[in-house]
């Protein structure tokens, strides 16, 4: 009987910084990056959420991940705004920088650690790359059920039901 090899999966990340440290996400959750646009406010959401976006006639909810995630310190050049699908809802997240795509083999992913800063439920795992640790973002996790229905909403034109 021969032994059949099988390779490991490999996945693709979008490598990107909040305040100094290294996250990643599948590219197959990412529609495109852009640099950020006009943000329209939108009252009573919830505050990590700025406002919304018009991206070619849709309208688009935009997450800052650094409120998300409680960090304080603000960002020293233009960040970037990444849009994804999160579960059939299309949302822009908010990151310092978006550096490159790298490949990754699943067996490379370890758990992600207890004292990252960050909810574990928002991490799905970390890698080392090069010198860095990579932690790998759980997108679907981003926001709660009431969050998602709460944004979806919100991008409803006033007046329609």
Same mark, same amino acid.
């Given at each position: ?11 693709? $990340? ?44 849709? %309208? ?29 809802? %299309? ?23 207890? $004292? ?17 640790? $990579?932690?790998?973002?759980? $997108? ?8 998602? %229905? ?12």
């Amino acid at each position: 009987m021969s032994e059949v090899n099988v390779r490991p999966k490999e996945i693709r $990340l979008a490598c990107f910084s909040l305040a100094g440290q290294s996250y990643a996400i599948d590219i197959m959750k990412i529609r495109q990056i852009i640099r950020p646009i006009k943000i329209r406010p939108l009252p009573e959401a919830p505050q990590f959420v700025e406002g919304v976006i018009n991206l070619r006639g849709a %309208v688009i909810p935009i997450i800052d991940l650094r409120k998300r995630f409680g960090i304080e310190i603000k960002p020293d050049k233009e960040p970037r705004v990444i849009i994804v699908s999160i579960q059939r809802q %299309v949302v822009g997240i908010v990151v310092d920088d978006v550096s490159e795509v790298i490949g990754i083999s699943g067996v490379q992913i370890q758990p992600p650690p207890r $004292l990252s800063g960050i909810p574990s439920r928002f991490l799905s795992g970390a890698c080392q790359y090069k010198d860095d640790i $990579l932690l790998i973002l759980k $997108l679907d996790e981003i926001l709660t059920s009431e969050e998602k %229905v709460s944004l979806a909403e919100m991008k409803k034109p006033v007046g329609k039901e």
